[in-house]
């Protein structure tokens, strides 16, 4: 396992287009309201369709408060490494630490030629970047003049300065051996994408990277794994980012714990992957790959004793379900606060000799099926509401989509559950949402306290779908007031649900496993 113990980070990769530049920084804001640590953006200078990588990034971390940014990849043949330097530590003092350099050798060289560039063979290109290194290097350091550099970029003594207020990381991309020899000799990351290094092929890169380092007198470690990624969330899993939230969150905690690979940032565009993402894949892989970076110290803790019997229950619990509670994001969009989370009541800890039957495992896996439902319906709320702040969309139609959703026909009085579960494997049309409860109650009196807190919070979320859908006819007679209510409210919606969803499965997928069937009498 090739784990080096980084913490994960995740971001996305937005395509500049010169005529997209306010959904770019919508989209970025939206990242950085989300949680995510990263926003990048392609470098092709010699493109008229696109925006300066630069001048766009110093947009969105104006536009920003926590995101770093970073381009992905620098154009060096285009971006003398003397003048990159300082752009990039001015960029890095203007947003409070919050740059980063990707950088690569460039590509198509007729267009960097036609701009004015050279045309380098490869091996010239691969010496080229690592003179350009040790360029910005040099730059970063205090001294009285800095001097680096050979035969295609150098400095002589030019004064150092201005310097990054954080150690900002140079991350190189690459694929071929001599890459990726100077990215394990002078890198502080490894920026692949996922099309041109798929995951097959990560561990022989690693293997080049993690030599090269240690022959550099370096730890393999000193060098971060970031992936750009690309994927959808249709598909049977199959095929590698191909299908749910919860594949997603499998394979990338498997990239992680046995790749290396530290920071994942998305090739995307559209709010509704974007928001997919930041809800339910980054938190879900930072959750798997803790548990098993722990049971690993477990287990190294132990090595060369006699091995006991597992004591922590929640993991037992969690395997034995054959599905995951999915965690709580911990973002919050609003100010407003509906409810004390620390007041919720809490199950009773699972017996760790319990057997889960299939069926009940059953049960288990389809409330969690049935919530990632409701999640990727809250997106597409959300991104019908970006419509119509970008008049794309008018309030009248997205008020006739959002009552097609499951979550506003259900209006939260049969309970997402029982009312989509039933649909989706054909029992007890007509539940209540007392059915599910009370059958848990009738089989597990302790878990009253929590079945009770959680019909409370189906009455709050029947009224914040309410409030969003007033929200919306205010907005047809007021476009200028009306559209920071109808946002307040979906982010307060936002708010609510995905942290009720999470609080749900984390009290009652135990139960329904546990009793199964016998839920319904």
Known sequence: MADYGHDLSFGIFVTPKADAGPHIIELARRADAAGLDWVSVQDHPYQPAFLDAMTLLTAIAAATEHVAVFPNVANLPLRPPAVLARAVASLDILSGGRAELGIGTGAFWDAIAAMGGP???????????????????????????????????????????????????????????????????????????????????????????????????????????????AGSFSGDGSSFLQGPPKVWAEQLAGLALDEGISGFVLMADDTVTVDRFAAEVAPAVRELVASERALADADA???????????????????????????????????????????????????????????????????????????????????????????SLDPGKARTEISKLTMRQNQWTVGAYCESYCRLV??????????????????????APVTGRLTEEHHVIAGLLSRVDAALVALVTDPVRGMPAVRAAVDLLTDALLSHLSYEEHQILEPLARVGPAIYG
């Open 119 to 229: 045309r380098r063979s490869p091996r010239e290109s691969v010496d080229a970047l690592r003179e350009a290194i040790a360029v910005i290097r040099a730059l970063w350091t205090p001294g009285r003049g800095a001097r680096a550099g050979g035969q295609y970029y150098s400095v002589s003594g030019a004064k150092p300065g201005p310097f990054p207020v954080h150690d900002v990381g140079i991350w190189v991309g690459a694929y071929k051996e001599r890459m990726l020899r100077l990215t394990g000799e002078a890198g502080d990351g490894w920026l692949p994408s996922s099309p041109y290094a798929p995951p097959e092929q990560l561990a022989a890169m690693n293997a080049v990277i993690d030599a090269a380092a240690t022959e550099a007198g370096r730890s393999p470690a000193d060098v971060q794994r970031i992936y750009n990624i």
């Open 301 to 391: 803790d132990t090595d060369a004793r006699p091995v006991s019997p597992p004591t922590d229950n929640s993991k037992k619990r969690e395997r034995g379900l054959g599905v995951a509670a999915t965690p709580d994001p911990g973002v919050r969009l609003s100010d407003e606060t509906l409810w004390d989370e620390t007041a919720r009541p809490v199950a009773p800890a699972p017996d760790p000799d319990t057997d889960y039957s299939e069926a009940g495992r059953s049960h288990a896996r389809d409330l969690v099926a049935v919530h990632d439902h409701l999640r990727a319906e809250l997106a597409q709320l959300r991104d019908m509401i970006a419509q119509v702040a970008a008049g």
């Open 426 to 447: 054909g029992l007890h049309h007509t539940l209540e949402d007392t059915s599910l409860f009370t059958g848990l109650r009738r089989l597990d009196g302790r878990l």
